[in-house]
C-alpha cells in the first residue's frame, strides 16, 4: 500500500511502497483511510525540526489530522463495523505505571513526556492507504459528517481548551452553572482570537458556537476568504495592521478571554498586557526560535495578580474534546452551511503531499485523499 512517509536521515519526504496492516489483537479495528488533513506540524516535521520514526524504522509515516472507514472489527472491537466512519485520536499512552495522566486514559496530560503520537512522536501515522488501530483510541463518526469531520481533530485543540475554560469559569465570576447549555456557556462575555489560520478559525467558530462575542485579531488585511470567514461566522475581524493592542481593547471592553493560535511570543505579550480582569489567556501555539524580546515581567505579575488572571497552556486532546468537536462540527454544518462548504480547500492525491506540506497553504485546509469520496 502506498504511505506519504519523511526520512529524517537522507532529509526526504516521499511516497514509499509499505506493507499493508493487518490486525494484531482483538480489540484492533481495520481503517481504509479517506482524509488526512495537512497543517503546520507536518510542514514542521517536514523541515525536519522535528518527528521521529518508531524505534527501528529509518522513517515516519506523515499524518495525524484523519478521517477512516472501518473494512474489519476485530472480535473485542464489537463497537464498530464495516462502514462505520472514524477518527482516530493522535497521542498514545506512556508505558509508566506512575504515570496517573496515561493510566486513566488521559494521555493528554501526560506527565513523563514519554508518549508516543501517530504521525509525530515513534509512531507511524495516518497519510497511509489503510491503518490498524485499537478501538478505544476512535471515535465514531455521524455518516452526515463525512465532508468536514477530517477537521474534528485540529478543532480539540479548541475543544479541549474551552473545556478547561469551563472549569475555572465555574470557580469565579460570572460562575457558570454547570448545567448551562454549551451554546450558552459564553453568553455576555468577550473573546478575542490572535491568528487567522486553521487552529484560529476552528477555535472563533467553537467560541461563537459556544455564545463568545467573538473578535479574530491578525495581521491579514481584509478583505480574504479567511477575513470574509470570520464575518459569516458573525465574529469580528481586526487587522493588526490597522488596529493597535489598546484600540482593539478600547472597542472590545474587558477582554474576557484570549485564544491564542499563532505560536508568536512578542504578539502574545502584547495581548496579554491588554487582558481583561477576571480574565483567562489560552495558549496554543507553539513557538519555534523567535527574536529575543523585551518584556516587563513586574508590570506582568502586577496586573495578573490584581486581575485574577488565569494563564492557560493546553495541547492535544482527550476523547471528551473529540466528543466535543465532532458535536460541533454539526452545529457549524447546520448554522453556517455556506462557511463549512468553504473550510475544505482541496483533496488531492497523496503523491502531491509532498509539494502541499511544504508550499504556501491556499484556503484553510488541504486533505490528502488515497480513496476519493463515494
Ligand atoms: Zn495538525
Ligand atoms: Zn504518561
Known amino acids: 500500500m502506498k504511505a506519504v512517509a519523511v526520512f529524517p536521515g537522507s532529509r526526504e519526504v516521499k511516497v514509499v511502497e509499505r506493507e499493508g496492516p493487518r490486525l494484531a489483537a482483538p480489540d484492533q479495528v481495520l481503517l481504509r483511510m479517506l482524509d488526512i488533513g495537512i497543517c503546520g506540524t507536518d510542514k514542521e516535521i517536514c523541515s525536519f525540526e522535528y518527528g521521529t520514526p518508531p524505534p527501528g524504522d529509518d522513517h515516519l509515516v506523515i499524518g495525524h489530522e484523519s478521517l477512516a472507514e472501518v473494512v474489519e472489527a476485530g472480535p473485542a472491537a464489537g463497537r464498530f463495523a464495516p462502514g462505520d466512519l472514524v477518527v482516530p485520536s493522535v497521542r498514545r499512552p506512556c508505558p509508566h505505571p506512575s504515570c496517573l495522566s496515561c493510566r486513566s486514559g488521559h494521555q493528554d496530560y501526560c506527565y513523563t513526556g514519554d508518549f508516543t503520537e501517530r504521525g509525530i512522536k515513534e509512531a507511524h501515522g495516518f497519510m497511509a492507504e489503510s491503518v490498524a488501530e485499537h478501538e478505544r483510541y476512535l471515535n465514531l463518526v455521524p455518516p452526515d459528517l463525512r465532508e468536514i469531520a477530517v477537521l474534528a481533530e485540529p478543532l480539540t485543540i479548541a475543544e479541549k481548551a474551552l473545556e478547561q475554560i469551563f472549569w475555572v469559569m465555574r470557580r469565579r465570576p460570572p460562575w457558570l452553572d454547570p448545567e448551562t447549555p454549551r451554546d450558552e456557556r459564553g453568553r455576555g462575555l468577550s473573546a478575542l482570537v490572535l491568528g487567522v489560520g ?47 493592542f489598546p484600540d482593539l481593547a478600547e472597542t472590545i471592553g474587558n477582554i474576557d478571554l484570549i485564544y491564542e493560535a499563532v505560536g508568536h511570543s512578542h504578539f502574545a505579550l502584547e495581548a496579554l498586557r491588554v487582558l481583561g480582569t477576571n480574565g483567562i489567556f489560552v495558549l496554543t501555539g507553539v513557538p519555534g526560535l523567535q527574536a529575543f524580546v523585551e518584556a516587563d515581567p513586574a508590570r506582568l505579575m502586577r496586573e495578573m495578580v490584581l486581575r485574577n488572571q488565569v494563564l492557560l497552556g493546553t495541547v492535544n486532546a482527550g476523547p471528551g474534546a473529540f466528543a466535543d468537536a465532532l458535536a460541533d462540527l454539526d452545529l457549524f454544518r447546520r448554522r453556517w452551511p455556506a462557511v463549512v462548504r468553504t473550510l475544505i480547500a482541496g483533496r488531492y492525491p497523496p503523491e502531491q503531499a509532498p509539494d502541499l506540506i511544504l508550499g504556501r497553504p491556499a484556503g484553510i485546509k488541504t486533505v490528502i485523499t488515497f480513496n476519493a469520496p463515494a
Request: glycine content about 10%; aromatic content about 8%.
Open 198 to 244: 486553521p487552529v484560529g478559525l476552528l477555535g472563533a467558530m467553537a467560541l461563537a458556537t459556544a455564545g463568545f462575542t467573538t473578535y479574530v485579531y491578525s495581521r491579514e488585511l481584509p478583505p480574504s476568504p479567511r477575513t470574509d470567514l470570520v464575518g459569516a461566522i458573525g465574529a469580528t475581524y481586526v487587522s493588526s495592521q490597522a488596529t493597535t
